[in-house]
């Protein structure tokens, strides 16, 4: 979960709009927030319609957003809201996300993967579970080697593979102790550690993306 502290508020054309005080990086368009502490128009819980650079003035006929290029305000969050406008103010309170990958979401490009042809109901759940934790911790790798991503769209096909790969490698890791796939001969079958070479090379993580 990322929090950003609210410094001024304002409301125009059922669209209301938070300034934060630092640079919401990763926040995108469509993604969940939280809004709490503001006052009761401008808190609760919402998506994203537009992150803009400059002084939001309203909505024109066709239904698009209109900004005054000649004031630019950094770090804003706008998103729908019904009420009575409000002019640009001072205000205090909190921002909160918490970003989740989707670069791969679909289950069945990891039973491909796999080989497996379509999981039985009982392995969907864990298929599932493999996948957006694969997500999770392939986009915090790539983040901690310097890579600025977004949340919804892969950076290229290598990386899907390599996100594909590594929920492939959680889902046979299932039953097995340490590093090893789970056997029945009482003798493992060999390391199934997910950030194998091949891993690092397709996410692009072999080395870091900056100095």
Known sequence: MAAYSVTQKYLTDNYAVVVLQTNADPLE?????????VDATF?????????????FTGVDEQGFFTYDYQLP????????????????VAATGTLTTTPT????????????????????????TFLTQ???SANAVCYKRRQQAGYVDSLTTSPSA??????????????????SAGMDYASFDGMTTGGS???????????GIDRPAVA
Not at 101 to 114: R, Y
Not at 193 to 203: E, N
Request: hydrophobic share 40%; glycine share 10%.
């Open 29 to 37: 368009v469509g993604q969940s927030v939280v809004i709490s502490g």
């Open 43 to 55: 808190n609760g819980t919402y998506l994203t319609a537009d992150l803009p650079q400059y002084y």
């Open 73 to 88: 305000i950094q770090n804003q969050v706008l998103y729908a809201r019904t009420a009575d406008n409000v002019q640009i």
């Open 101 to 124: 990958c989707t670069w791969v979401t679909l289950d069945s490009q990891v039973e491909d993967w796999l080989g497996i042809g379509t999981a039985t109901a009982a392995d969907a």
């Open 130 to 132: 493999c996948r957006t």
């Open 158 to 175: 290598a990386v899907t593979l390599g996100t594909v790969a590594y929920a492939g490698f959680l889902y046979r890791q299932r039953g």
């Open 193 to 203: 550690t997910g950030f194998s070479p091949m891993v690092k090379q397709l996410l």
